[in-house]
């Protein structure tokens, strides 16, 4: 027991005086780099041309904006000035028949009843009533002036009437013809002139509305 101890022990002695005897390595730090002043510029202009490039590319794209075209100014023309004729609208009153044969006769009618397209029931009769003024240069003598039926319906119970009085220039005369309406519904329509020796002038008409 005691032999196996003593061996262990100079085993173990052996040992650690192998350890102190081998070299012990130092760690010893790298000689610094040599310094090359030509490094330091390429490592400037490297670092000078990434930090270009990195601008370049994060700029963001820039879309070149229209050419703004200057609008020509429109060359003013002269406005036409426009004249307004203003005509003043006049009724006129009821044209004058004149005699085909004499311009001497004329005349026209200020009234008539009954008024056009008046209703009238089958077969009633009734006075058409003309009131006519002398526009002509001539009278009309009573003598030789009268009024007749000449076209339209026939409603007068007379074709003819002979003048009352003779109308100078200027005057009034009224002209009234017994008349019936027809027993037929519709619309009828009958003229007159008067009639001075032969000339015939002065159309006068009525229209009326049988039901």
């Known amino acids: 027991m005691l032999k196996r ?18 070299p012990v390595a130092v760690a010893t730090s790298p000689a610094p780099p040599t310094f090359d002043p030509l490094s ?37 023309t002269s406005t036409p000035t426009f004249t307004f004729v203003l005509f003043t609208l006049t009724v ?20 008539k009843t009954p ?13 058409t009533h003309w009131q006519v003024l002398n526009t002509g240069a001539f009278g009309w003598d ?16 007379g074709v003819g009437y002979d003048f009352s009085q003779s109308v100078p220039t200027g005057g009034v005369v009224d002209l009234i013809v017994e008349m019936k309406a027809p027993n037929d519904p519709g619309t009828y329509e ?12 002065c159309s006068m008409s009525v229209r009326i509305v049988v039901n």
């Open 5 to 22: 101890n003593y061996r262990i022990t100079a085993i173990l002695l052996a040992i650690a005086l192998m350890l102190a005897c081998a």
């Open 40 to 76: 330091l510029n390429t490592i400037i202009a490297e670092t000078a041309g990434a930090a270009a490039t990195q601008t370049f590319v994060l700029q963001p794209t820039l879309t070149p904006s229209p050419t703004i075209t200057k609008t020509p100014t429109e060359i003013p």
């Open 142 to 157: 009573e003598n030789s002036a009268d009024y007749r039926y000449v076209s339209g319906d026939k409603l007068h119970k």
């Open 115 to 127: 008024a056009d397209d008046t209703v009238f029931a089958k077969g009633i009769p009734f006075k």
């Open 190 to 201: 009958t003229t007159w002139k008067i009639n001075v020796g032969k000339t015939s002038f």
């Open 92 to 111: 006129p009153p009821p044209i004058p028949t004149i005699g085909e044969n004499s311009p001497h006769y004329a005349c026209q009618v200020v009234s």
